[in-house]
């Protein structure tokens, strides 16, 4: 089946060659005539069209020369770009390194002081209207003390809170005095008197706060006293604040 049908086809093919190979030579001997004529015009268009080929070739090369600079110049200028963001990078780097290290020498500083150094003084408080030591003294050599209140009690802050200023004992009064007007929420002194050397905020049971400052805020010839300024504390909680 396969080979006779194979076979009527390539007949059926051979007999429309012959058919159109009829037809060819007929419209063929009709254009001849013509030829020349023909030729004769499209010669100066082939020309033309090779000139146009040749120009739209030397325009094409200068075009991928010109691309070629181009894309030289973007390389260039990526690779600076590249090369400044690399840099700042780099200087980003060095800056968080920087900031690591100071950090790093920070926490060991603050190590160092909570370990209890003699600059660093420490003060106890309780669910009682009393101070942990009658006296305090820092040594001269200091140039920042660092003092840190810490109720070891059970009452909040509201019943029984203490805090620890550092005053003029000439002061002391007025200060006392100027301290009722802040409430407890203002830890019953105002940080911004003049008058206040230092001060801690108020703490209640379970809580600490340290308060830094210098001796050089201190003048040898007067009398200092650290002191409670809640209400109805100062008369039991206050003692002498020497430098020696
Ligand atoms: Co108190």
């Excluded at 009709?30 to 010669?43: I, K, L, N």
């Excluded at 739209?56 to 963001?85: H, I, L, W």
């Excluded at 050599?141 to 805090?163: E, K, Q, R, W, Y």
């Excluded at 003049?194 to 905020?201: D, G, N, S």
Aim: hydrophobic fraction near 45%.
């Amino acid at each position: 089946m396969t080979f006779s049908g194979t076979k009527s086809a390539v007949l059926l093919v051979a007999t429309l060659t012959v058919m159109l190979a009829g037809c060819g030579s007929d419209s063929g001997s009709d254009e001849s005539s013509s030829a020349p004529a023909a030729a004769s015009t499209e010669q100066p268009t082939q020309d033309t069209v090779a000139d146009v080929a040749n120009d739209a070739g030397d325009a094409a090369s200068e075009v991928m020369s010109d691309a070629a600079d181009a894309v030289d110049d973007m390389a260039d200028t990526a690779q600076d770009m590249a090369d400044d963001v690399a840099g700042e990078i780099k200087e980003a780097a060095s800056d968080v390194s920087d900031t690591v290290g100071d950090a790093a020498v920070q926490v060991a500083g603050d190590t160092a002081e909570s370990t209890g150094g003699p600059c660093d003084l420490a003060i106890g408080v309780g669910d009682t209207i009393s101070y942990s030591v009658t006296s305090m003294s820092a040594p001269s050599s200091c140039s920042d003390v660092t003092v840190t209140i810490t109720h070891a009690g059970n009452l909040p802050a509201i019943a029984m809170g203490h805090n620890w200023v550092l005053v003029a004992e000439s002061d002391m009064d007025a200060v006392v005095a100027a301290g009722v007007g802040q409430g407890a929420d203002g830890n019953w002194v105002d940080a911004e008197d003049a008058r206040v050397i230092a001060a801690t905020r108020l703490v209640g049971g379970g809580e600490s706060d340290s308060v830094t400052f210098s001796l050089s805020a201190l003048d040898a010839g007067t009398n200092y006293v650290f002191v409670c300024t809640v209400p109805g504390h100062w008369s039991a909680m206050k003692g002498a604040f020497t430098v020696g």
